[in-house]
């Protein structure tokens, strides 16, 4: 019945800063190995690669307090993966004055994850499971992600408990007190994000609570969601798809979404692939591409840049922030070095 996030936010810089684990515990190394190896013992040598990777920010550090308040972001992430694969793009949107909560969903679609039971300390794990034989994929899918949408809703109910002063217990027992954040937020200024099948969940997340003034949508995987519901949603989606993995299909269903609301954006970075919008981007070496996918061309430095400023102009434009914001929104247009409107008619070469 609990949440599971990870939470980034403007903090106060201070000397000898600890740095996070990039994987917070052994454990999820096992559900990436059985995820994209379909190898559990392939854990151990995953431990030894990447278990000491740290995220460069500030753990656990002092919040920065602002009197208006920061805007919101629940973010959503994808199919095996889990709340700490997409640190980079999180870091990024706080540095730019954004509380962002990266959730861990509870629906199976994690690479694993675990919940604490009434009994102090115990813990009960919550393995990744593939669609069951002889079940079709799109009901399975559907039933995730509506438990998903719901949860990033309850991540926003959380937020209202704690901005009215309800006190919130963290049974996890960080020395980080969340009632900091009681006159730090501005709820009316929410958004809600995800990547792949987190970004289908941020869509549905629209539908499910108007508290949620736009969604950004990172390569939507828009299969499990279904037909009817696509004129019920009734806010803009911005939506930044690499080159490499949508379909017509897909496109198709986006495109209709853009046709009910004309807020609505799709952009294609070009010289990208699916895992480019995660962290995984940054590991170096051909080993990390081999386990986790091929590459794009483009650099992931500016893959991210151009993700986070498209992302930052469409925030400004229906959060109504007085930012500067609104110097990238021809990005949104789909006009830039690297980025073209809708999808391309054939792949580039970059």
Known sequence: ??????????????A??????WIPRSEYCGGLAEVTLGRRWCSALLSIAIGSCKVPVSWNGPFKPRSTGYPLIIFSHGLGAFRTLYSSICTELASWGFVVAALEHRDHSAATTYFCTAEAGTEEWIPFQRVPQGQKEFYFRNK?????????VRALRLF??????RSTPNILHHDWDLSVLKDSLDLTKVAVMGHSFGGVTAVLALVKEPSFRCAVALD????????ILYPEVPKPVLFINTEKFQTPESIAKMKRLSSTNG????VTVLGTVHEDQTDFAFL???????????RGTLDPHKSLAITTRATLAFLQRHLKLEEEFGQWDELLEGVGDSVVPDAPLCRSHL
């Open 1 to 14: 019945q609990g949440l599971f996030l990870r939470l980034f936010y403007p903090c106060q810089p201070r």
């Open 16 to 21: 000898a800063a600890t740095e996070p684990l």
């Open 144 to 152: 995730q992600v509506h438990h998903r949408a719901q949860e990033c």
């Open 160 to 165: 209202q408990g704690i901005a009215g002063g």
């Open 220 to 227: 939507a995987w828009m299969f499990p969601l279904e037909n």
């Open 263 to 266: 807020q609505t954006r799709i």
């Open 284 to 294: 170096p070496g051909k080993l990390f591409s081999r386990i986790f996918g091929r």
